[in-house]
């Protein structure tokens, strides 16, 4: 058998282990060889040095805003994700269904990656009706939110039982925004009354306290209907409180958080004003440190992105600024400059955070998240010794900025592999859209 590729002497990483081997890949699929003797093969790449990493599965990605369905892969192409589960919203008045199956058809036109979806339910008590078929259709999550009233956004308590109790019989999850939104409108408007600087206060607006409040009552719900939950952005130490109560009781929840609150804390980052407004906000030291223990510990389970790349300017006035920054391209560099390399976590986490355990907890392994003999050859070749500085004008976001202007990191992607394909060296993007796959998840 003549091999398309094969990549010699690299060190696989897996969360159990590291290992020097070689990787072979045929048809889209991967095979470990332990020898090269006799082997062939169209290329040959010298990954001497450089660790091998399956392909990142970022499952909290918005293909909206300045980058659509076709433009966020490029971007998180460059950071060696090779799999996205995207939020689809899913607005009131309009059917679950038809918004689903209009979205897999743009992606499966024009997407270079293989991605996934979420059905964001802004109208939970009128759309679960809708939950069977979506779950039947390959669409197993469901994003709900506590917060965003006034976007008509925000789902009560009665619609999120109805529609826990729907997910659970239909062996779906619920992905729920847990902050306690009507709160936060009230201590919001109290500051404009008085006339504060939003931005300095956007704390006193958003306390982790009400995280905390939020995700107890929304575990409650979850334990009672015995509907898995996945938790997206976790921010602070609060939050973690009521994930270790659940752990100790045994409720089924999967929990994540984001680059930025393991990077920055507000102090540092309000001095980027409206670019930094995302929704938990970013906290304190304290919460920082405490993130990056959960992480070790294995109180949370993935890294996502939430990758909502609004264009903004840095002198736009904070209050009327939208939520969300870009972030899909970062995750990988971030997590070893600021937690291997600084002997926060190992390398072999990382793998478990962004690759196998999010392609576990939504159904997509093992064709995706480990690099073993018959899964999809979603690869990344990183080059811990290469040193950098990330910038705007060096990623691929429409966005138009990078929370991260000016960070010095060491470790970088070189080559990227999507199901067979380099669709990454070095500089140089070969993607091609419209090859990248739907894949249903299902949720065990």
Request: proline share 5%; hydrophobic share 40%; with cysteine.
């Amino acid at each position: 058998m003549i091999f398309n590729y094969i990549l010699k002497n690299g060190k696989l990483l897996y969360p159990e282990k590291t290992k020097t081997a070689s990787i072979g890949i045929k048809d889209g699929k991967i095979t470990l060889l332990s020898s090269l003797k006799g082997r062939q093969a169209e290329e040959f790449i010298d990954a001497e040095g450089c660790y091998l990493l399956p392909g990142l599965v970022d499952a909290h990605t918005h293909p909206v805003y300045a980058d659509d369905l076709e433009h966020i892969a490029c971007t998180a192409a460059f950071g060696g994700v090779t799999t996205m589960i995207h939020y689809l919203t899913v607005k009131s008045g309009q059917q679950p269904l038809q918004v689903c199956k209009n979205a897999i058809s743009r992606g499966e036109k024009t997407s270079a990656l293989d991605f996934a979806f979420h059905a964001a339910l802004c109208d939970a008590e009128r759309q679960a009706v809708h939950i069977p078929e979506l779950i039947q259709s390959g669409i197993s999550s469901f994003k709900m939110f506590t917060a965003y009233k006034k976007l008509n956004m925000m789902t009560d308590d009665y619609a999120l039982a109805k529609a826990m109790d729907i997910i659970a019989a239909h062996k779906g999850m619920a992905s729920v925004h847990a902050e306690n939104g009507m709160v936060i409108d009230y201590l919001e408007e109290k500051l404009r009354a008085s006339h504060k600087n939003m931005c300095s206060h956007f704390l006193t607006t958003s306390p982790s306290l009400l995280d905390r409040e939020a995700i107890f009552r929304v575990l409650s719900i979850a334990a009672l209907f015995g509907c898995p939950l996945f938790l997206p952005h976790v921010s602070s130490a609060k939050a973690l409180d009521a994930l270790k109560i659940a752990r100790s009781e045994g409720i089924k929840v999967y929990t994540e958080t984001c680059p930025h609150y393991l990077v920055f804390t507000w102090n540092e980052l309000q001095e980027q004003c409206a670019l930094g407004k995302i929704r938990p906000p970013v906290k304190t030291l304290e919460d920082r440190e405490a993130l990056w223990n959960a992480l070790a510990t294995g109180i949370i389970h993935t890294v996502g992105s939430d990758h909502a790349p609004k264009t903004k300017k840095i002198t736009d006035d904070f209050d009327a600024s939208p939520y969300g920054a870009p972030g899909v391209e970062t995750i990988l560099p971030l997590l070893w400059e600021f937690g291997v390399n600084k002997k926060r976590i190992t390398p072999n986490k990382i793998v478990e955070l962004t690759a196998e355990n999010p392609a576990k907890i939504f159904g997509l392994y093992p064709a995706k998240g480990r690099l073993e003999n018959g899964a999809d050859a979603d690869l990344v070749l990183f080059n811990p010794q290469r040193k950098w500085t990330i910038s705007n004008k060096n990623q691929h976001s429409n966005a138009g900025y990078t929370l991260y202007e000016g960070r010095k990191c060491t470790g970088k992607v070189e080559k990227v592999f999507s199901r067979g394909r380099l669709i990454v060296d070095n500089d140089k993007y070969l993607g091609e859209p419209g090859r990248g796959r739907f894949l249903k998840t299902h949720i065990t």
